[in-house]
């Protein structure tokens, strides 16, 4: 049973263009949501985060939105370049769980942004 | 800092035989988890560790794979005897203690293609 979902496999854009990579959640005890970018050949490494008494956390180019009622969060890349292209895999904590650090990821949407 | 180390990066190996993995946190971080990633199923936790100690190995898929952290800077996944769908990419990541920020932020090593013949 996943717990963190991201349904779209794949996602292709246009330079300059903005990014939208959408994520599910079904346990209500997630509390911290981070998003990982992943170039092949190389390990995941961070992106950005968003803790759930926030709807919304911005870093540049790079915007997370939070619906908790949803249970829904979704990654804005604005705009969009070629360099942005790899797999980006959203991934959910609780604070409850007495686990430190232990993160539930997605299986990933590949992002090619296309010149 | 050189960020987590994993070694090798790729490994050939034949069905049977026996495959070490071996990952070297971020000094002074406390927890370390060992992630495999296949295309099926994505980026799976096999077993993570809090201040050297096993805390949770039920993603271990089997009793033919075992991890160990003697240490806080170093640990070890093994295989043995390595099948034909173990293969896959095995990452190895830390994190700091509770205080650090941002929460809960895993920091991934380059990680170790394995390839079983």
Same mark, same amino acid.
């Given at each position: 049973?996943?717990?963190?979902?991201?349904?779209?496999?794949?996602?292709? @854009?246009?330079?300059?263009?903005?990014?939208?990579?959408?994520?599910?959640?079904?346990?209500?005890?997630?509390?911290?949501?981070?998003?990982?970018?992943?170039?092949?050949?190389?390990?995941?490494?961070?992106?950005?985060?968003?803790?759930?008494?926030?709807?919304?956390?911005?870093?540049?180019?790079?915007? @997370?939105?939070?619906?908790?009622?949803?249970?829904?969060?979704?990654?804005?890349?604005?705009?969009?370049?070629?360099?942005?292209?790899?797999?980006?895999?959203?991934?959910?904590?609780?604070?409850?769980?007495?686990?430190?650090?232990?993160?539930?990821?997605?299986?990933?949407?590949?992002?090619?942004?296309?010149? | 800092?050189?960020?987590?180390?994993?070694?090798?990066?790729?490994?050939?190996?034949?069905?049977?035989?026996?495959?070490? %993995?071996?990952?070297?946190?971020?000094?002074?971080?406390?927890? %370390?988890?060992?992630?495999?990633?296949?295309?099926?199923?994505?980026?799976?936790?096999?077993?993570?560790?809090?201040?050297?100690?096993?805390?949770?190995?039920?993603?271990?898929?089997?009793?033919?794979?075992?991890?160990?952290?003697?240490?806080?800077?170093?640990?070890?996944?093994?295989?043995?005897?390595?099948?034909?769908?173990?293969?896959?990419?095995?990452?190895?990541?830390?994190?700091?203690?509770?205080s650090a920020s941002p929460r809960d932020t895993q920091y991934f090593g380059p990680g170790t293609? %394995?390839?079983? %013949?």
């Open positions: 049973d996943q717990q963190v979902k991201q349904n779209s496999p794949s996602l292709s @854009v246009q330079e300059g263009r903005i990014s939208i990579l959408n994520c599910d959640y079904t346990n209500s005890m997630f509390d911290y949501f981070l998003w990982y970018k992943k170039y092949p050949a190389e390990g995941p490494t961070f992106l950005i985060s968003i803790s759930s008494i926030k709807d919304k956390n911005e870093d540049g180019r790079f915007t @997370v939105f939070l619906n908790k009622s949803a249970k829904h969060l979704s990654l804005h890349i604005v705009p969009s370049q070629p360099g942005d292209s790899a797999v980006y895999f959203c991934a959910a904590s609780d604070s409850y769980g007495g686990s430190q650090g232990n993160l539930i990821f997605g299986k990933g949407t590949k992002l090619s942004v296309k010149p | 800092d050189a960020g987590v180390i994993q070694s090798p990066r790729h490994e050939v190996t034949e069905m049977g035989q026996e495959v070490t %993995l071996r990952c070297k946190p971020i000094s002074g971080h406390n927890s %370390l988890f060992w992630y495999r990633q296949t295309m099926m199923r994505g980026l799976e936790l096999l077993i993570y560790f809090n201040n050297n100690v096993p805390i949770d190995d039920s993603g271990m898929p089997e009793d033919r794979f075992s991890a160990k952290m003697p240490n806080a800077s170093f640990s070890t996944l093994k295989i043995q005897p390595s099948e034909p769908r173990d293969s896959a990419v095995y990452f190895c990541a830390s994190t700091g203690p509770p293609r %394995l390839t079983v %013949l």
